[in-house]
DNA sequence: TCTGTAATATTTGTAATACCAATCTAGCAC
DNA sequence: GTGCTAGATTGGTATTACAAATATTACAGA
C-alpha cells in the first residue's frame, strides 16, 4: 500500500552512524537503561538530580524517544527515578526504599499464608530488635518510646492504636543503624498491611481495649531491652510479640484470593 | 497557542484515588498496571499464563497501545510479568524472585558499605538458618549436604568453590520453608555479589586453599547443626560463619563508585 | 502417516510525528 | 515587592507504519 513513504529511516540518526545491517542492535530500551544506569553507578548523577530531557537523551544515545522512554519508565517502576509532569526525570532521593508491590504480587501469585508473613516478619525483625539494642542512638530511643507511650493513650483507639505501632516497628528498624535492614523491613511490612488488616481492627471487639493493653505492653518490655542495651532480651521480646500477635490472626489464610495454577503455554 | 476555549480538561481529575504508593504512574498508564493487577489479584490470571495481545487490551481498556505498553512495561520491570517479543505477555511464573537491582541502585546512591551489607545478610540469614533447623525436609538437607561436598572438593579451585558457596546459602534459605525470606535472602546475595568480589576470589592468593578448606568447616559445621534440629546452633554458627567472611573483606569500603549528594532542583 | 520445511499469520519492538497537559520562567502591570 | 499572564520547557498520549521474533499452517517428500 502505501510502499512510497519508507524513506523515513534517513535523518534521525546522526550522520555517519549507519545502522549495521547485520547486527540486530538489540533491545533500544536497553540502551536507555544502560546509558542512565551507568550515568548512576559511576557517581555522575546522584539522588535527586535531575536527568537530561528525553527529547535530549533521544540525540544523546540515539535511539527514539518511545525507547527512551520505555526505558526511563522501566527505571522508574523499579523506585530508581521518579518523573514529574511537566518538570522532569530526576533520580530519586529521600530515605532508602523498597517498593513493597512485587512482594504483594508474589503473595498473591504463589498464594503465601499470613503465617508465612509473620514468620517472614519475625526473622527480620528480630534481627532488626537485636541490631538496634546494640546500635540506638539517643534519638533512636527517642522516637521509639514516644510511639510505645501513645499506644498506651489510645488503647481505646483501635485505629490510632494501629498507626503507632506500625511507626515503632518502623522506629526499631530504623534505630538497627542499618538502612538495608531498615528498607526490607519496611518492605515487608508494608506488604503485610491489607486494607481488610486494617479494617479488621477498626472492629472494637469487646476484648479490644484489654487487649490492646497487653499489646503495648508488650512494646514496653521490647523497648525497655533496647535502651538497656540487652540484645538477646530485645530479640526473645520481639519474637514473643511477633508470635503473640499471629496468634490473634487465623494465620493460615492466604493473603488474597487464591491463585488457580494456571497451565504453561 | 492552541485555542483555550476548547474541550480541554473538563474532568477535574479522578476522585479519590487512593493507591499509587509509587511516583511515576501516569493516568493512562496506570488504567492498565489496575486492569491487570485486577485480573492477577482476583485469580483470573495465574503464574505463566497468557496476557491477551496488546491490540486487545488497547480495545478492552481504551486507551492507545503506547500506554498499554507503558503500564506493561512497568509491570515487567517490577518482576509481575514477563514479555516474550513475538510470542506474547506472561504473568510471572517459576520460583518467587525478588529483582535485586533496586537494592543495587540504592546501595550506590547512599553508598551503603559491605559492612552494611554483610550484617543484613546476617541478619535475614540467621533467621533463615534457625528456621531451617525446625522446617528442613529430607532433599533440604540432601541439597545443603550436597554443597558443602562439593566445597570440600574444590578448595583448590576458588570459582567453583564461590558457585557452591552461593548455592549452599541458597539452599539454606529454600530449607527455612518460607518463600517469602527465601526470596529476600535470594535479593541481598545476588545484590551483595558484585563483579570485583568474584574476580578476587579467582585471584588464588597462597593461604587461598587454606582458608577455603575452613570455610567450608564452618558450612559444615552449619549443616550439622540444621541436621540435628539444633535451632540455636544453627543460629550462631551461620552468625559466626558470617562475621568471619566479612572479616575477610575491606568492608568499610562502599559498594560501588561513591555518589556524591547533589543539589535539589 | 509422518516429518521437515517454507510460507504465512500473530505478536511484540521501534520509529516518527503530532498534539495534549503539567510545570516552570520571564516579563509586565499594579 | 506582589500577582498575573504568556510563552517556553518538559513529560504524557495517540496514531501510523514498519521491523523483528515467534507461532501456526500448509505442503512436499519420504
Do not use: C
Not at 12 to 24: E, F, H, K, Y
Not at 43 to 69: C, N
Not at 109 to 118: A, I, K, V
Not at 215 to 242: Q, V
Amino acid at each position: 500500500m502505501q510502499q512510497m513513504g519508507r524513506d523515513r529511516n534517513l535523518e534521525p540518526r546522526r550522520a555517519g552512524v549507519v545502522v549495521s545491517p547485520i547486527v540486530g542492535e538489540t533491545a533500544a530500551a536497553d540502551r536507555v537503561i544502560q546509558y542512565v544506569r551507568r550515568l548512576i553507578l559511576e557517581g555522575r548523577l546522584g539522588p535527586g538530580q535531575r536527568l537530561p530531557p528525553e527529547r535530549t537523551l533521544v540525540a544523546d544515545i540515539g535511539v527514539s524517544r518511545t525507547s527512551v522512554r520505555a526505558g526511563l519508565q522501566a527505571l522508574a517502576a523499579k523506585g530508581i527515578l521518579f518523573i514529574r509532569h511537566g518538570s522532569g526525570t530526576f533520580v530519586a532521593d529521600g530515605p532508602p526504599v523498597l517498593d513493597s508491590e512485587p512482594l504483594r504480587f508474589l503473595a498473591a501469585l504463589h498464594g503465601f499464608t499470613r503465617r508465612e508473613m509473620f514468620e517472614a516478619r519475625r526473622a527480620l525483625e528480630v534481627g532488626a530488635a537485636g541490631l538496634a539494642a546494640e546500635h540506638a542512638k539517643g534519638q533512636d530511643l527517642a522516637a521509639i518510646s514516644d510511639e510505645v507511650t501513645e499506644m498506651f493513650a489510645s488503647v481505646d483507639d483501635p485505629q490510632t492504636f494501629l498507626g503507632h505501632d506500625v511507626r515503632f516497628h518502623h522506629a526499631i528498624a530504623a534505630a538497627s543503624g542499618n538502612p538495608i535492614v531498615a528498607s526490607i523491613v519496611e518492605m515487608v511490612t508494608r506488604a503485610s498491611l491489607s486494607r481488610e488488616l486494617r479494617w479488621k481492627m477498626q472492629q472494637a471487639s469487646p476484648a479490644t481495649q484489654h487487649d490492646l493493653r497487653v499489646a503495648a505492653d508488650m512494646h514496653r518490655r521490647i523497648y525497655h531491652a533496647i535502651r538497656d542495651r540487652d540484645r538477646p532480651r530485645a530479640e526473645r521480646e520481639m519474637s514473643d510479640h511477633l508470635l503473640a500477635s499471629e496468634r490473634e490472626q487465623d494465620a493460615d489464610r492466604p493473603m488474597d484470593a487464591a491463585v488457580a495454577p494456571a497451565p504453561r503455554p
